[in-house]
Structures are given as structure tokens and as C-alpha cells.
């Protein structure tokens, strides 16, 4: 079974610092993507940054940035100069072809920023 | 549209009613994917289609739920009889093909009173 865990519920980073958001997944597939979502108090669902399993190169998109550990089957997010607008609940994701390409979400990590 | 659009934002029903939730998907997109969100914020995926078929409904509840697809229309999912533990926020995602960028819409929040 595909499986993804953030043990992380809640996380709390002063404006302008950096914060690391954890994720790790199980899967026994090597061909599969991985994604962190941004859900706002509004519900909408934001697409911040996806990784695919075969690029050893590590995605960044800004200001946010993975650490992808494939051998471990890691995957965490950090943010680096923490806005008030980065609050939300973050969701770490998994999906492969293999199991019709439908999305394994972690239990959700909520950031709180501090101003 | 360039955008996933869900109907109706918000929908109340009590116990035992019928609950009719639609998504429009981006056009051009073939895949369409529900998922419903329970209050804990834990997703569960429910079905997906490819074009107006069926492509993976393992996360379906057979007995009371059921959704399509069909040609010129917004896909819908129905739930009939609704029960307390089916309150949750529906989303819907499009993709241009099965392993695209899947776009959501707004969600739907299903209140079961």
C-alpha cells in the first residue's frame, strides 16, 4: 500500500526565517511523483512544488525548496524567508500510474507564521 | 474554462436526503478526480474517470454513492441518503492526461444535518 506520513501537525516559524516541513512515503513502485500543497483557510488547493522520483536534482520554486531522499523516501519542504501569507495547512503528496495516478496525501502539517 | 469549476459551493441536507455535487473540468482535460476532505483535513480519494469512463473507483462506497461523466455535461457525484459522516468538503481535480498537473476546483462543503 502507498503511504504518506507527516509527523509533523504543527510547526510555528518567525517572519522571515527558514522552516523545514517533514514528509516521508512507503511505496515499493519506482516511477511516481511527489507533491507539496499549500490549503489556505479559503480550502484551495495550491500546488507548490513537485519533484518526480527519476530527477536526482532536488526542485525549488522561489522561495521554497525540497530535500529529496529517495533511498530513504523522504521528501520535506522548506521555505526559506517565511511570509505572514505562507500560513496554512501543507499537505505532502504521492501519486504513480501504477495505482491510476490518483494522489496519497499525507495527514496535513499546519504552519503558523509569526510576525 | 481555464479553471475547475464546482457547483455548489455549499450544500446543506438532512439525514436520508440526496446531495448532487458537479464539477466542470478545465477543457481539454480527460482525467477528472474526486476526493473528499472530512473535517479532520484527511483526504480520501473516491473515483476517477477517463473521458466519460470510469478509470478507478476503488475509493468509491458503492452503496450510497455514485458519480458520471458524460459527454457535453459536468461530471456529478450523488450521494443518496445522506449520513452524518458524509459532512466533509468534496474537491474535484482535472489533468490534461493521467499523469498531467492535476488543477482542482474550490471544493464543495457538504453539510449533513
Known amino acids: 500500500a502507498q503511504t504518506v506520513t507527516q509527523s509533523q501537525p504543527e510547526m510555528s516559524v518567525q517572519e522571515a526565517e527558514t522552516v523545514t516541513l517533514s514528509c516521508t512515503y512507503d511505496?515499493?513502485?519506482?516511477?511516481?511523483?511527489l507533491f507539496w500543497y499549500k490549503q489556505p483557510p479559503s480550502r484551495q488547493m495550491i500546488l507548490v512544488i513537485r519533484?518526480?522520483?527519476?530527477?536526482?536534482q532536488n526542485a525549488t520554486e522561489n522561495r521554497f525548496s525540497v530535500n529529496f531522499q529517495k533511498a530513504a523516501k523522504s521528501f520535506s519542504l522548506k521555505i526559506s524567508d517565511s511570509q505572514l501569507g505562507d500560513a496554512a495547512m501543507y499537505f505532502c503528496?504521492?501519486?504513480?500510474?501504477?495505482?491510476?495516478?490518483?494522489?496519497?496525501f499525507g495527514a496535513g502539517t499546519i504552519l503558523r507564521v509569526k510576525s | 474554462g481555464e479553471e475547475v469549476a464546482q457547483t455548489p459551493k455549499h450544500l446543506v441536507r438532512g439525514e436520508g436526503q440526496k446531495a448532487k455535487l458537479y464539477c466542470a473540468p478545465i477543457?481539454?482535460?480527460?482525467?477528472v478526480f474526486w476526493y473528499q476532505q472530512v473535517l479532520k483535513n484527511e483526504f480520501k480519494f473516491l473515483i476517477s474517470?477517463?473521458?466519460?469512463?470510469?478509470?478507478?473507483e476503488t475509493g468509491m462506497p458503492k452503496e450510497r454513492f455514485s458519480a458520471k461523466c458524460l459527454p457535453n455535461s459536468p461530471c456529478s457525484l450523488e450521494i443518496q441518503a445522506t449520513k452524518l459522516e458524509d459532512s466533509a468538503v468534496y474537491f474535484c481535480?482535472?489533468?490534461?492526461?493521467?499523469?498531467?498537473?492535476?488543477?482542482f476546483g474550490q471544493g464543495t462543503r457538504l453539510t449533513v444535518v
Open positions: 481535480a482535472s489533468s490534461q492526461s493521467g499523469s498531467g498537473r492535476a488543477f
Open positions: 511505496t515499493s513502485e519506482s516511477d511516481y511523483y
Open positions: 519533484q518526480e522520483a527519476y530527477k536526482q
Open positions: 503528496a504521492y501519486r504513480t500510474a501504477k495505482y491510476g495516478n490518483k494522489l496519497v
Open positions: 477543457k481539454g482535460h480527460s482525467y
Open positions: 474517470f477517463q473521458n466519460e469512463n470510469v478509470f478507478d
